[in-house]
Nanobody, 124 residues
Framework: QVQLVESGGGLVQTGGSLRLSCAASGRTFSSRAMGWFRQAPGKEREFVAA????????NYADSVKGRFTISRDNAKNTVYLQMNSLKPEDTAVYYC?????????????????WGQGTQVTVSS
């Protein structure tokens, strides 16, 4: 069993930055790939970024490449999403997720555990 709690969301102006954190409980955190997804009002949940259990491999959606960075600290059971150059279209609820296995998949169907989400709002 893995429990995930996101934090760090908020309101920011266009061009600003935020860092999201996801604290995980459970002894299997370090053996799992982790991902960030987001869902805007009226839209489906979409992939943002994912990271291999070791942190050695990452995967990003085209819409965030070059602006967002995913990282993890297995000693702290925490995964991060650094978001720079934010745009209004980045406004969404951001969810942290954990999956069995180590591959940093972009498919939400492969993720077994989800956090409650944290709101990110980018004003124009």
């Amino acid at each position: 069993q893995v429990q995930l709690v996101e934090s760090g969301g908020g309101l920011v102006q266009t061009g600003g930055s935020l860092r999201l954190s996801c604290a995980a409980s459970g002894r299997t955190f370090s053996s799992r790939a982790m991902g960030w997804f987001r869902q805007a009002p009226g839209k489906e949940r979409e992939f943002v970024a994912a990271i291999h259990w070791s942190g050695g491999s990452t995967n990003y959606a085209d819409s965030v490449k070059g602006r967002f960075t995913i990282s993890r600290d297995n000693a702290k059971n925490t995964v991060y999403l650094q978001m720079n150059s934010l745009k209004p279209e980045d406004t969404a609820v951001y969810y942290c997720a954990a999956k069995a296995g180590t591959y940093a998949s972009g498919s939400p169907f492969e993720y077994d555990y989800w956090g409650q989400g944290t709101q990110v709002t980018v004003s124009s």
